[in-house]
């Protein structure tokens, strides 16, 4: 056998770090719980518990001991295409468990309760304001992990560590920064990086509050190895309460960005961004005991090509399953959207009540596809909308029926589709109803 040279297999990624750090253990530790879930294929949500102390009974620099409740919500879904020409087979989703409870909590010197919680098992989780979906996570798609929750008055912090595929060696590392910064603003910040077998861990990674991406470009100058093993994303997200009713929103990602003036013009702009405006009215029909409200949304998603994909496949921003983590719009697409629903719940609480969502879209999607990488050849040409682009009309309709501890959903989903799989002048109709059956289980716990 031929030995490879060792700076060779560095270049080639091939190297293995002989060494497992504790990391290793503490993580594969904790998802010891999610991963029999995945071998038991049972899908379970849990809402997380909140600490509901008041700040004037609470001494500075004290320990609150706060375990109120545990939450668990089992839900189970079926889907299948309505259209022969959809293409896909019906299945029964049962891939997510997940469980949520409070953590005792540390009084700041000032008398405010930092509140602490924590997250295990296999989640769906949403960062930023979208209606349609988040650039960085949304909660398309499932996620193996560990999920630590800070929240201090008007601020919340959030820290995720989830495998992508445990056995081989592809993990998320994600977090995010949010808060109230003005009556009426609401600022989010998010980064996330995919990483895969080769990656070497540092003590930064595992920090709370310490940028991925600056950690990711000062690593790459001292090991341009690990540029192969990491696929880092940063996001940006405002939101802000123009009136009462009526909400104004935006969120900006970046998965590459050419910085530097020596590339600007011959690398692509690998972003996302999504902009929305929300009106909603309460309605008032005489009835007291319910809480009855519509509205009426208006959202516009671009994600440019090659977002989400990398130069090494193992990094591309999916699950073990294929399912994108990011905005389900996916690539070298855009789409506009007007969402409108109705909602009522009894005064007293969302343990029963009503939901009501009608989707109307438009989508135009290119060539490009999720898992193919830039390469220099390309240029800049193929940054949006390359090739014959195939325009989708969307609708969709669903309800659900809350009446604790049970809720039931039903979704409808119809496209038109014209120059179908980017052939010029095919059409096409795609379909899928999904039936979704959610169990949630509160137990409380006694203060320690």
């Known amino acids: 056998m031929v030995a490879v040279p060792e700076e060779r297999r560095l270049m080639m990624g091939y190297v293995k770090n002989s060494r497992r750090p504790l990391y290793v253990l503490v993580l594969c530790t904790c998802l010891l719980i999610p991963s029999a879930a995945c071998l038991l294929t049972v899908q379970c949500e849990a809402a997380l518990s909140y600490l509901e102390n008041e700040e004037d009974t609470v001494l500075p620099k004290t320990i609150v001991p706060a375990l109120k409740t545990a939450c668990i919500d089992m839900e189970g879904s079926l889907h299948a295409p309505v259209f022969v020409q959809a293409g896909h087979g019906s299945g029964l989703s049962l891939d997510k468990m997940e469980v949520s409870f409070t953590l005792p909590s540390l009084s700041s010197p000032w008398g405010h309760i930092i509140a602490t ?22 909660d398309q798609a499932s996620l193996d992990g560990l999920t630590l929750h800070f929240g201090l008055n008007k601020v919340s912090y959030t820290q995720l560590y989830a495998a992508r595929e445990l056995l081989s060696g592809k993990w998320l590392l994600a977090h995010r920064l949010e808060g109230q910064i003005l009556p009426t603003i609401r600022l989010g910040i998010s980064e996330a990086i995919a990483v895969s077998e080769g990656f070497k861990m540092r003590f930064a990674h595992l920090a709370p509050l310490v940028p991925r991406y600056l950690i990711q470009h000062l690593t790459m100058r001292s090991d341009r190895a690990q540029d192969i093993s990491t696929n880092a994303f940063f996001s940006v997200d405002a939101s802000i309460n123009l009136t009462d009713n009526l909400l104004a929103y935006a969120e900006l990602m970046a998965d590459d960005f050419p910085w530097a003036r020596s590339v600007k013009g011959r690398v692509p702009y690998m972003v996302g961004s999504l902009v929305g405006v929300s009106f909603t009215k309460p309605l008032n029909l005489g009835d007291t005991r319910q809480t009855r409200s519509c509205s009426v949304t208006a959202e516009y998603v671009r994600i440019n090509n090659y977002v989400y994909s990398h130069k090494n496949p193992d990094n591309t921003y999916v699950t073990r399953t294929g399912q994108l983590i990011g905005h ?6 855009d789409g506009a959207y007007i969402i409108l629903a109705t909602d009522s719940y009894p005064e007293t609480g969302f343990e029963s009540g009503n939901h009501v969502a009608l989707l109307m879209g438009y989508e135009r999607h290119g060539e490009g596809e999720l898992g193919q990488p830039w390469h220099r050849s390309h240029g800049t040409e193929r940054e949006f909308l390359w090739g014959v682009v195939e325009t989708r009309k969307v609708l969709g309709l669903s309800a659900s029926i809350t009446k604790s501890p049970v809720e039931l959903e039903l979704s409808l989903r119809a496209e038109s589709l014209d120059n179908a799989g980017h052939v010029p002048g095919a059409r096409a109709i795609e379909g899928g109803i999904a039936i979704t059956a ?11």
């Open 117 to 138: 919680g924590m997250t295990a098992g296999r989640q769906r989780i949403q960062w930023g304001p979208g209606s349609t979906g988040g650039l960085i996570l949304s």
């Open 438 to 448: 959610k169990l949630c289980y509160s137990h409380p716990i006694s203060n320690l």
């Open 328 to 333: 389900p719009l996916g690539p070298d697409a």
